[in-house]
């Protein structure tokens, strides 16, 4: 996403290895590296956490050059992404917290201010998701049905 308020990208986060190619000490090939993908969005990881994961336990520092496309598109052919992006994802569970949160501190203006941005977010989002095709021209965002979501 972007910064809070002025929707700017930041400087800071993770940055890719310099060189591309397929690294001296990772020792799997293609078809390995897939079953553990399929095994770990199996397991319900999400796309990030599979990243970390790989990255982490089994010493890939990227995939694309492996596997010769994102981990995206290989969840995408294969049929396992879910049917909400991540993002969106995280965005309705942190407003379900917030609803959460001012259903017993309704005085919490702060948190009130916070619950109207982050729908802002959801509703940009999911703007520019039907616009890309990755969400159905009629889907909306209602956060009263906001847990039947996520869940």
Do not use: C
């Not at 599979?50 to 995939?63: H, W």
Request: hydrophobic share 30%; net charge positive; glycine share 6%.
């Amino acid at each position: 996403m972007a910064r809070l308020y002025s929707r700017r990208k930041g400087k800071s986060g993770s940055t890719k290895p310099a060189k591309k190619g397929k690294r001296s000490w990772v020792r799997y090939d293609k078809k390995e590296l897939e079953q553990i993908i399929i095994k770990l969005r199996n397991q319900e990881k999400t796309q990030s956490e599979i990243g970390l994961i790989l990255r982490d336990t089994y010493g890939v520092p990227d995939v694309k050059p492996i596997l010769g496309e994102k981990l995206s598109k290989f969840l995408q052919e294969n049929k396992l992404m879910g049917e909400l992006p991540e993002d969106l994802t995280a965005l309705i569970k942190k407003d379900i917290l917030i609803v959460k949160h001012l259903e017993s501190n309704n005085k919490d203006i702060p948190a009130k201010r916070g619950l109207i941005l982050t729908e802002s977010k959801i509703n940009r989002l999911v703007k520019y998701y039907k616009r890309t095709g990755r969400l159905d021209k009629n889907w909306k965002y209602d956060g009263a049905k906001a847990k039947l979501l996520v869940s």
